[in-house]
T-cell receptor, first 113, second 113 residues
Framework: AQSVTQPDIHITVSEGASLELRCNYSYGATPYLFWYVQSPGQGLQLLLKYFSGDTLVQGIKGFEAEFKRSQSSFNLRKPSVHWSDAAEYFCAVGVPGAQKLVFGQGTRLTINP | IAGITQAPTSQILAAGRRMTLRCTQDMRHNAMYWYRQDLGLGLRLIHYSNTAGTTGKGEVPDGYSVSRANTDDFPLTLASAVPSQTSVYFC????????????FGPGTRLTVL
């Protein structure tokens, strides 16, 4: 069965600094890959997704993610974070033909002023 | 457009009581999902429905039941609540299932005492 690991439970960065959130998946072929963001007290919102093609995916709010097949990774990046980026971020995997997503444990992002 | 609404927003429930969490979407999406979110575990799929009249079991279905009588509504029922069902519950929908984007409701915080 597929699985998703987000190694970092909590990350703190300063406003204006760059950000990278890690995501590793376990699946035999190329899955569908997603990053969602959850602001406090809110539901989840899709940031970006990868199905095929260009391995660098652009999303909303200035985020991007890169799919690396050799490393089974789909890390999320942002060149310069803003205080409003403080939230919990979830990586998810979808298997072709299956009807569900498998979510990672989440990474909580704190922004220092 | 409201998207997905969930009710109630929060609820405190005595163990052994029956509870139905409501979920309604106005996007005419075919697929709907129920997740529970627990600290350190991310989101786990409880039940899903690919289209009206059909349902399926997710990762953690025990103690929960669902029905999908029409396209818009997807209620989740706890027949006899137990404290381990204390969680935040999210309903989601997507047009045709994975890999379509899933849109999430604001969640229901349920406490079982």
């Amino acid at each position: 069965a597929q699985s998703v690991t987000q190694p970092d439970i909590h990350i703190t960065v300063s406003e204006g600094a760059s950000l990278e959130l890690r995501c590793n998946y376990s699946y035999g072929a190329t899955p569908y890959l997603f990053w969602y963001v959850q602001s406090p007290g809110q539901g989840l919102q899709l940031l970006l997704k990868y199905f095929s093609g260009d391995t660098l995916v652009q999303g909303i709010k200035g985020f991007e993610a890169e799919f690396k097949r050799s490393q089974s990774s789909f890390n999320l990046r942002k060149p310069s974070v803003h205080w409003s980026d403080a939230a919990e971020y979830f990586c998810a995997v979808g298997v072709p033909g299956a009807q569900k997503l498998v979510f990672g444990q989440g990474t909580r992002l704190t922004i220092n002023p | 457009i409201a998207g997905i609404t969930q009710a109630p927003t929060s609820q405190i429930l005595a163990a052994g009581r029956r509870m139905t969490l409501r979920c309604t979407q106005d996007m005419r999406h075919n697929a709907m999902y129920w997740y529970r979110q627990d600290l350190g575990l991310g989101l786990r799929l409880i039940h899903y429905s690919n289209t009206a009249g059909t349902t399926g079991k997710g990762e953690v279905p025990d103690g929960y039941s669902v029905s999908r009588a029409n396209t818009d509504d997807f209620p989740l029922t706890l027949a006899s609540a137990v404290p381990s069902q204390t969680s935040v519950y999210f309903c989601a929908s997507s047009d045709t299932g994975v890999p379509d984007t899933q849109y999430f409701g604001p969640g229901t915080r349920l406490t079982v005492l």
